[in-house]
């Protein structure tokens, strides 16, 4: 894939804020909406979720996850054409004593410093999720899959190609 579709992928991840989280309820797949930062050393997705909530409990007895971030809508592209990635990976608990915690804490309530309150919540638990593999769709009858290789390198400012 061009490198300038690359960039717009890490430009998508990095500047939206809300992606669709897909779970496994029950044996039934689940969506539910989280807001999210992405770790820039780790390349972690960063969420805070309630106990109380259906995906925090589908994600604590089935790790493995999939996000979706789509692309803001606009009058001139079609919806089929908005861009959109599908991240595959594993979530787990980042407890307070994690080495990443502080990081994790410090990048959520930078995007969002609304949510300082809910740390105060004792069902709150921040979650990070590993992504194992991207599916890139930058636009209409466009895609492109990475490794997490890939998608570690271009989130630490490369162009997606692994380190040699």
């Given at each position: 894939m061009a490198p300038e579709l690359l960039r717009s992928l890490r430009t998508l991840l990095l500047d939206q804020d809300v992606a669709t989280l897909a779970t496994?309820?029950?044996?039934?797949?689940?969506?539910?909406?989280?807001?999210?930062v992405?770790?820039?050393?780790?390349?972690?997705?960063?969420?805070?979720?309630?106990?109380l909530a259906t995906h925090t409990r589908d994600m604590l007895?089935?790790?493995?996850?999939?996000?979706?971030?789509?692309?803001?809508r606009t009058p001139e592209?079609?919806?089929q054409a908005r861009a959109r990635a599908a991240?595959?990976?594993?979530?787990?608990?980042?407890?307070?004593d994690a080495p990443e915690h502080a990081a994790a804490r410090r990048a959520y309530l930078e995007r969002f410093p609304d949510s300082e309150p809910m740390?105060?919540?004792?069902?709150?638990s921040?979650?990070?999720?590993?992504?194992?593999?991207?599916r890139w769709v930058p636009g209409f009858a466009q895609a492109g899959s990475l490794t997490?290789?890939?998608?570690?390198?271009?989130?630490a400012g490369g162009d997606g190609a692994p380190p040699a």
């Open positions: 496994r309820h029950k044996d039934d797949p689940a969506a539910s909406m989280v807001p999210y992405v770790l820039p050393d780790s390349g972690d997705i960063v969420i805070h979720v309630s106990r007895e089935h790790p493995a996850v999939s996000l979706l971030v789509i692309a803001d592209v079609m919806a991240l595959a990976g594993d979530a787990r608990v980042c407890p307070a740390f105060g919540f004792g069902d709150f921040l979650f990070l999720v590993s992504p194992r593999a991207v997490r290789a890939q998608y570690l390198a271009l989130m």
